[in-house]
């Protein structure tokens, strides 16, 4: 594994809160978290303008923002925002998993947004400074985590469609245990036909509110047709799987070979997504990336050719698909139940990010 590296984490100052949480109720809140509901006591912070660049690296105490009405997030939606989390090990310490990644995915989103780059060292720099502070928020219990979030908005005060000229970063941080809510178990997805994600030439490949923002409605469509999850078609054609509203989505053969969407600009690049190809192609399995259509998905399942189908990304890992509901078919996926693929990737993956396997890749970093 990874040791831990020197960042900025010391450029940032501490300005730690008068009144945290006592131990007893910061244990109770950890015991067993829902997730993003409930937030640790501090949070990270650096503000940056155009005449002075990135300053006042912090840690400050967690609480609400105060923000013109006119701030230019309010009116253009120009923010960006990143997902990963800390695993408290065995031994008590603390680690991560492939944070340049998310760093470097950061940097990639905020050129599409006209957002300035954060720097790798800062964006690593105001994770540790934060589990510094924070880190008994990081829970120790099966299938819990700390979940990072970082992101940046433009907080200049001016209403003109023009790149803002004030931005702030921050990182914040929530104990939390499985997405969904019943844990870890097959769900039903929807597939959206007459609504899209993102087009050619969009916003897909970054990490923005609007792309998520555009994935609501079909939920509620989602929702209304008896599942927990909606995936996109492409908006050229309408006709090839993309991703679902927050993960990527990979399909099984009988012969253990997997598809998965190919990266168009439109699909986000996600981390888990990579690591998982990386497990499988290691594992035996081909994996090719390429067209999906649905029609041949949705063939395969009534055939038996596809055996499995899973989702994938930070906050729910890997997450068994059981059915797919759309206009005018509703299939089973291996029964309703978890199949030996999914399971046994998802093992995989989580026994190096807890630390019950060694981290042949160099992926886990160090916190404390």
Same mark, same amino acid.
């Given at each position: ?5 020197? +960042? /900025?984490?010391?450029?940032? %100052? ?44 912090? &840690? ?52 599409? !947004?006209?957002?300035?780059?954060? @720097?790798?060292?800062?964006?690593? =720099? ?18 819990? /985590?700390?979940? !990072? ?24 941080? /929530? ?27 969009? +916003?897909?490949?970054?990490?923005? =509110?609007?792309?998520?923002?555009? /994935?609501? #409605?079909?939920?509620?469509? $989602?929702?209304?047709?008896?599942? %927990? ?8 054609? @309408? ?11 990979? &399909? ?7 598809? +998965? ?6 699909? #986000?690049?996600?981390? +888990?997504?990579? @690591? ?67 399971? $046994? ?16 890749? =160099? ?6």
């Amino acid at each position: 594994m990874s040791t831990t590296a020197h +960042t /900025s984490a010391d450029a940032f %100052e501490r300005r730690l809160s008068d009144s945290p949480r006592s131990e007893s109720e910061r244990a109770e809140l950890i015991a067993s978290p829902s997730f993003g509901v409930v937030f640790t006591d501090h949070m990270a912070r650096v503000t940056w303008t155009a005449d002075e660049g990135w300053t006042d690296r912090r &840690v400050e105490p967690y609480g609400p923002l105060q923000l013109d009405p006119a701030a230019a997030v309010l009116h253009y939606g120009q923010e960006i925002f990143e997902g990963l989390k800390a695993y408290r090990h065995a031994d008590g310490s603390i680690w991560t998993f492939r944070p340049e990644k998310n760093a470097a995915r950061f940097a990639a989103s905020a050129r599409r !947004l006209a957002l300035p780059e954060l @720097s790798v060292e800062d964006f690593l =720099g105001s994770i540790e400074a934060l589990v510094a502070v924070d880190g008994a928020w990081v829970p120790g219990a099966d299938e819990t /985590s700390l979940y !990072l979030r970082p992101f940046m908005f433009a907080a200049e005060s001016f209403l003109g469609v023009r790149p803002s000229r004030r931005v702030d970063y921050l990182l914040i941080a /929530s104990p939390v245990g499985p997405y969904f809510s019943g844990g870890v178990r097959p769900v039903s997805i929807f597939v959206a036909e007459d609504y899209h994600r993102a087009g050619p030439g969009g +916003t897909g490949a970054a990490k923005c =509110g609007g792309n998520y923002a555009a /994935s609501l #409605l079909p939920q509620q469509e $989602a929702y209304a047709h008896g599942c %927990e999850q909606v995936c996109f078609l492409d908006a050229a054609t @309408s006709s090839l799987l993309e991703e679902l509203g927050g993960m990527n989505v990979m &399909v099984v053969h009988r012969d253990g070979s997997i598809a +998965t969407p190919a990266l168009s600009g439109t699909i #986000l690049e996600g981390v +888990t997504r990579d @690591s998982i190809l990386t497990l499988l192609r290691e594992g035996g399995h081909e994996v090719v990336e390429r067209d999906l259509p649905l029609a041949e998905v949705l063939e395969g399942l009534r055939t038996g050719d596809v055996t499995e189908i899973f989702a994938c990304g930070t906050a729910a890992v890997v997450t068994p698909i059981g059915r797919l509901v759309g206009d005018g078919f509703d299939l089973e996926v291996n029964g309703g139940a978890t199949g030996t693929v999914t399971t $046994a990737i998802r093992h995989q993956l989580t026994a190096v990010q807890y630390g019950r396997a060694e981290d042949t890749h =160099g992926w886990m970093r160090r916190l404390a």
